[in-house]
């Protein structure tokens, strides 16, 4: 099995990638996790916060590439005050629910950050 990448975080800030329409701001985060995991390019942590927590809770459709990242070893962290801030903490389902210093960590410990 390939292990992370140890010096890439993705920081995850949207409820989709890009700046366009919702559609394809969906379509397109869809269609990039998928390839991730498809092709063995696993980051060591992607960190979701604002509106990048949606991402991770109940009627994302990318659960299923989220859920199949973490099983392989990519820590999901998800900003427990943006969760909290959209009610959604109940909803979570996939990743850890952690805070700002957890994303802090996983930023410092990176060789490499890319933001979406």
């Given at each position: ?23 394809l ?13 498809e ?78």
């Open positions: 099995m390939p292990i992370p990448d140890s010096e890439t975080v993705l920081l995850i800030t949207r409820n989709g990638m890009g700046d366009a329409e919702p559609a701001q969906q379509k397109l985060i869809t269609t990039y996790l998928k390839l991730l995991d092709n063995n390019i696993l980051p060591a942590a992607i960190c979701f916060y604002t509106n990048g927590v949606r991402l991770a809770v109940e009627g994302s459709p990318v659960i299923d590439s989220l859920k199949s990242l973490e099983a392989r070893g990519v820590n999901l962290i998800l900003c427990s005050t943006c969760l909290n801030y959209y009610n959604l903490t109940d909803q979570v389902q996939v990743g850890i629910v952690g805070g700002m210093p957890d994303i802090i960590e996983a930023q410092r410990r990176a060789g490499k950050v890319i933001s979406l």
